[in-house]
């Protein structure tokens, strides 16, 4: 496949502004016809009409009613003379939707239909100028059986519908705002929707529905919630209303991604959608609040103003996701529970985005080349992103943030855009800013992969009084870039005394305050500091980057006991248990917790007046996956020892206040998923793992039984999937039989049997017991790989967030990962490149594991048949 440059871009040479569609559905055979009002654009170069399509079986193509020659050359229909004035272009074609099984385009699931178009899946449905520059204006009927498809929907508005022959009925509708193709959509089924009429503040009243299958309804209500929510917090956060009469979301089980912002009818991989409380943990119900938000502020940052080319895509994604992580923060409330959600953004950007930016697949926010866009979908694109857009906030303040994002929409409302046309209205309606006078420098942000390592080193001078800061930052070479200039890195920091009192930075008496490091090298001095302070570096973390402070233990303790930075405190403790790590895994010896840092953290769990919440993550020890990025080479079997055994000291030091935090975190009453409860549930459930590791060790069969006893008696899933881990996770006998009960529990319900499936592949590693259990679970009769969401719950668990069971001396993971990325690239090429990614880091893997790891990459890349996705994503990591 070509290799799509972005430099390349070119104005379309076509406009479609008008677009009548029309369906007669059927799982078979569905016939499209499309009528299309097209103009030339004059400010290029005359050309061939081409139009995009794949998968199609042409029946006709009329130009103003007649008959047009044309030719097929790829995946393009070629029109070589097409009229110089406007004219009316008619395609019909056929599509077989139940064969799509890589669900993308018009597909079935569960007897109903349903689409997917972005990024290029409308050329899947019909011939079309498929890109995201090309809006057009859809009127869209739709005619299937009405017994088997009673539900008919598009998005917009519902201008007619009614009966026809043969026991089928149709309906029309119309999307007053014009939008490229992959904003659109279809759904015809039979299901259900919850309805909630809203008036909102112009006014204006709205009809919200979420569409489920029959018996999901009880299912949605936390899903309405926080729609209504998402519509409260935009219009009062940046005064963004919702412009449609009618706002839908529809519920599907067979989705690749976790959802889509079609306008006006969001479709929902049903993962992100449902939740009740005995089926749904406290997670599942913050990452659909963030989801359902994140598809609805699209409807802004996305739809209204969306992008010109996908290079741009972080434009819509990484603000979008910086959106939804603001919005879960408000929502969140107290400023303890804010940092508890962004502590758990920087930890699933370091655990996701850091890896690849350092990996085969490192590329800049806005990517220069692509073969396919699909694979393009990344923690860089979003969670990167949507630092670059939080750097913006700090740069320009928030109230300058929000006059940038106005500024932003009265410039380009309705135009397709790109990263430069944000980062010129933000700085231009702060004008003289910290970012308007950097601007250029700042958008190296956009352009060049890696992540910058940030040096720090202070120097107090007693007799002048002064402390000197040096920060030197550098950006590793990445594939295709090897010389990176300095960022605009902005340093949110604060400086303590030895007993943790902050310090007045200036003559104001702040103490707080942004360095903004523009340069390789740059020094900061600060006055009337009587004795050698503490640091407290990237509060917040104010950019994505990865600080060395050289920071001693001592001065860790003084930032975790006392820094008002909650961030930073917590990051204190994490680097405490670090630096023991990566010590012992340097040295080759094995783990011993100092009793300073087991202290500290017993000082934490017994705090009196720290949130459970804070304490659970405080108390979790650095992810396997961070602890690898900290090294040149990558023992994964090495790391899991080190980590296992550090588990096994703080759970057997802590003892008595596990059991402790156990009893003081139990919760009556009803279920609520506000963050002081999860908060408390989440520290009871780290408390009973580790007290059920502790027993494993020294043969105790109480806490394991009472693990049990909760797991059988809880009244919420997330206290008994929390009891299930602590079983299955220490290895316990009780395991078993709670495996087998959980699943004759929930044996028809699809997302908790993907939690089953997802535990068993994800347990620690013990002497290969997992990764044979894995293997074995995909014989398992509930087993499948045309489900993504089952897929994914099994191989993505033991290939991507699994590398002790993955990574193995006899190489078995490696083989296993080739027949299974074979497999279901044969079904669904989208879900298959995701999971070819579990090798992006091969190269730097310890031998015996580098070598085989490569092996299995070429072997796969040695098929000639493989999609252009997964192609993509292996010869980029031999190359
Ligand atoms: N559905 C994906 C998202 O919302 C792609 N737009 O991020
Ligand atoms: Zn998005």
Redesign the pocket.
């Known amino acids: 496949a070509p290799l799509i440059q972005r430099l390349d871009y070119q104005q379309p040479p076509f406009w479609i502004r008008k677009v009548d569609l029309s369906f007669d559905l059927d799982p078979a055979k569905t016939l499209v016809t499309s009528k299309m009002q097209v103009e030339r654009n004059r400010a290029v170069p005359h050309g061939p009409l081409r139009l995009h399509g794949e998968e199609l079986n042409l029946l006709r193509a009329l130009i103003n009613g007649a008959g047009v020659s044309f030719r097929q050359e790829g995946h393009e229909l070629v029109i070589d003379n097409p009229p110089d004035d406007d004219f009316a272009l008619e395609i019909r074609n056929t599509i077989a939707p139940e064969k799509n099984t890589a669900l993308s385009g018009l597909y079935t699931s569960g007897g109903s239909f349903f689409t997917q178009c972005e990024a290029e899946g409308f050329r899947r449905i019909t011939y079309f100028l498929d890109r995201p520059d090309v809006m057009a204006v859809y009127t869209v009927t739709l005619r299937a059986d009405a017994a088997k498809y009673p539900v008919l929907l598009s998005n917009g508005n519902l201008t007619s519908s009614g009966t026809l022959e043969n026991g089928r009925h149709f309906a029309v509708w119309n999307d007053p705002f014009p939008k490229p193709s992959y904003l659109f959509a279809v759904v015809a089924g039979d299901l259900v929707a919850r309805e909630q009429r809203v008036r909102t503040r112009a006014g204006k009243d709205h009809l919200l529905q979420v569409y489920v299958r029959r018996g999901d309804l009880e299912k949605t209500e936390h899903a309405m919630n926080s729609l209504i929510a998402s519509i409260v917090w935009d219009e009062a956060r940046f005064g963004l209303p919702l412009d449609l009469e009618r706002f839908m979301v529809v519920g599907v089980s067979d989705f690749n991604m976790g959802a889509m912002?079609n306008k006006g009818l969001n479709i929902f991989n049903t993962s992100a959608l449902l939740a009740s409380p005995a089926t749904a943990t406290d997670a599942d119900f913050a990452r659909i609040e963030s989801i359902v938000a994140?598809?609805y502020f699209?409807n802004w940052t996305?739809n209204r103003v969306t992008c010109r080319d996908w290079f741009q895509l972080s434009l819509?994604?990484g603000l979008?996701?910086f959106r939804d992580q603001e919005f879960s923060m408000d929502m969140a409330g107290t400023s303890s529970a804010r940092a508890v959600c962004r502590i758990q953004d920087v930890r699933q950007l370091r655990a996701l985005q850091f890896p690849e930016d350092s990996g085969a697949m490192a590329h800049p926010v806005r990517p220069d080349s692509y073969s396919e866009i699909n694979n393009f979908y990344t923690a860089t694109v979003y969670e990167k992103g949507s630092e670059v857009v939080r750097m913006y906030q700090t740069l320009v303040g928030r109230k300058g943030f929000e006059a940038g994002m106005k500024l932003y929409f009265e410039r380009h409302d309705g135009q397709a855009v790109t990263c430069d046309d944000f980062a010129a209205a933000i700085a231009d309606a702060n004008p003289g800013s910290a970012l308007a006078t950097r601007l250029d420098a700042f958008k190296r942000w956009y352009a060049q992969a890696g992540t910058p390592r940030v040096k720090a080193h202070g120097e107090h001078d007693a007799a002048a009084r002064t402390y000197t800061l040096r920060l030197a930052q550098h950006t590793p070479a990445t594939p295709g870039q090897s010389d990176k200039l300095p960022q605009v890195i902005p340093v949110v920091m604060g400086l303590l005394d030895r007993h943790g009192a902050a310090l007045a930075l200036n003559a104001n008496g702040d103490t707080e305050t942004v360095l903004v490091l523009d340069q390789a090298e740059q020094t900061f001095v600060f006055e009337d500091i009587d004795s050698e302070p503490v640091p407290s570096l990237l509060r917040g973390f104010s950019a994505p980057v990865v600080l060395d402070d050289g920071l001693s233990d001592a001065a860790l303790l003084v930032l975790m006991r006392h820094d008002n930075d909650p961030f930073n405190r917590w990051e204190a403790g994490q680097r405490l248990a670090l630096n023991r790590i990566l010590h012992a895994l340097r040295a080759g010896q094995p783990l011993q917790l100092s009793p300073v840092f087991i202290d500290a953290m017993r000082g934490l769990l017994n705090h009196p007046e720290l949130d459970a919440a804070f304490k659970e993550l405080a108390l979790t020890l650095p992810g396997e996956a961070y602890i690898a990025e900290q090294l040149d080479v990558v023992d994964p079997q090495a790391i899991h020892a080190a980590v296992m055994a550090a588990q096994q000291q703080l759970a057997g030091a802590l003892r008595d206040d596990w059991a402790a935090a156990f009893e003081a975190n139990q919760i009556a009453g009803g279920y609520t998923p506000d963050p002081v409860s999860s908060g408390k549930r989440a520290l009871a459930n780290l408390a009973l793992s580790m007290l059920v590791l502790d027993a494993q060790a020294t043969g105790d069969t109480v806490w394991p039984g009472k693990a049990y006893q909760r797991f059988k008696d809880a009244s919420n899933m997330t206290d008994r999937l929390g009891a299930l881990a602590a079983l299955v996770n220490a290895g316990a006998e009780l395991a078993a039989p709670a495996l087998e009960r959980f699943h004759a529990l929930f044996k028809d319900d699809a997302l908790v049997i993907d939690k089953w499936f997802a535990l068993q592949a994800r347990a620690p590693e013990s002497e290969g017991r997992v990764f044979a259990r894995a293997k074995a679970l995909t014989k398992h009769a509930d087993f499948t790989l045309k489900n993504p969401n089952r897929a994914r719950s099994l191989l993505a668990s033991l290939c991507m967030f699994n590398p002790a069971a993955f990574h193995r001396a006899d190489a078995g993971g490696y083989v296993f990962w080739a027949e299974q990325v074979l497999a279901v690239d044969a079904i669904n090429p989208q879900l298959a490149s995701r999971i070819a990614r579990a090798m992006d880091r091969w190269a730097v893997l310890a031998e015996p594991y580098r070598s085989a790891a490569r092996e299995a990459v070429a072997r796969v890349a040695a098929k000639p048949d493989l999609s252009t996705d997964v192609r993509e994503i292996v010869e980029r990591a031999l190359a």
Do not use: L
Request: charged share 45%; hydrophobic share 10%.
């Open positions: 912002e994140h598809e699209h996305g819509k994604e979008t996701v």
